[in-house]
């Protein structure tokens, strides 16, 4: 089967693998070796963080690992459990609201967890790999069944593991699949002065 990639079509050039990384939820039933499941949670620890307080954790199941697989799979929603159930390796990504020299509450954590994670999908992109993260789980319940302490939010799953074929996801999932990527123009992102005002930066584009 040949690898479908989706590649940015960027207005200036960006890393190769910046332009590689996409969402797919079609996955190869292959599993993950284990060296290159350690370093994509390697790239992740490595993200910057406030204070280097580094405000973040994983909860790793694999489908080598049936009942913490199956267990992950049960905290997502009925429409993500339906295409994700074939990525070899779902992640839970958690959170912590306050530091831990003080107890004061930590409002950049959710962004530190964020670069995290993004670091995590670049480098599983450099490796071949593929991610889909989900904001459709059932807190609660992950918190629930993976004995989450007090002060730690679970935030998402990304499945994670090698790319698939698009044929093996039913007709609305597979035209997604296909689509064109697409995002926002800079100048609605990229402001200066005051808010709304695009930055002559963007507009030169």
């Known amino acids: 089967m040949a690898i479908m990639e989706k590649l940015a079509e960027t207005q200036v ?18 599993s ?3 060296e290159k499941l350690v370093s994509v949670f390697e790239a992740a620890r ?3 963080s406030a204070s280097n307080e580094q405000p973040w954790a994983f909860v790793v199941a694999t489908s080598d690992d049936p009942k913490n697989y199956e267990a992950m799979l049960g905290v ?9 159930n074939q990525a070899p390796v779902l992640i839970l990504t958690l959170a912590h609201s306050q530091f831990e020299k003080d107890g004061r509450p930590n409002r950049h954590a959710f962004y530190d967890l964020g670069q995290a994670a ?6 599983a992109t450099a490796l071949g790999l593929v991610t889909h993260p989900m904001a459709g789980f059932d807190a609660e319940a992950a918190r629930q069944r993976f004995a989450v302490p007090a002060g730690w939010e679970p935030v998402s799953v990304i499945a994670l593991g090698y790319p698939g074929d698009p044929d093996s996801l039913n007709e609305t999932l597979r035209q997604r699949e296909l689509a064109q990527r697409k995002r926002k123009p800079l100048p609605s992102l990229v402001f200066s002065g005051t808010w709304g005002n695009p930055a002559p930066i963007a507009e030169s584009l």
């Open 46 to 48: 490595w993200a910057a």
């Open 32 to 34: 993950v070796e284990p």
């Open 13 to 30: 050039p960006i890393h190769e693998v910046i332009g590689r990384r996409w969402s797919p939820r079609a996955f190869a039933p292959r």
């Open 118 to 123: 993004a670091n995590l999908s670049l480098q």
């Open 76 to 84: 997502l929603v009925d429409f993500n459990r339906g295409w994700a």
